[in-house]
């Protein structure tokens, strides 16, 4: 999750009108989905994440974002640690 945050920060950096379309998306989508699992919430601020990356045309942001969570993702998911953990 810090790392996501991370990437948001830098496309929301300089961009009022950013920050506020990202509170309002983070809302609706807390309000309109059912999270039985917390770590869901990791996966779907991803999304929006890399979609606001796109959507505000920073083009190494978007891929390398994806690609690194990815890469941790793999590298998690033998462990306790990754997304299906008990």
Known sequence: LPM???GIVLIV???????FSLGGVVAAVRFRTNLSDSR???FIFLAIAVG???GGQEITIAP???IIFNFLLVLLWPS???PHAP
């Open 4 to 6: 996501i945050v991370a």
């Open 13 to 19: 950096s300089n961009s009022l009108a950013l920050a």
């Open 40 to 42: 869901d919430v990791v």
């Open 52 to 54: 606001f990356a796109a």
């Open 64 to 66: 390398m974002l994806s």
């Open 80 to 82: 306790r640690l990754g």
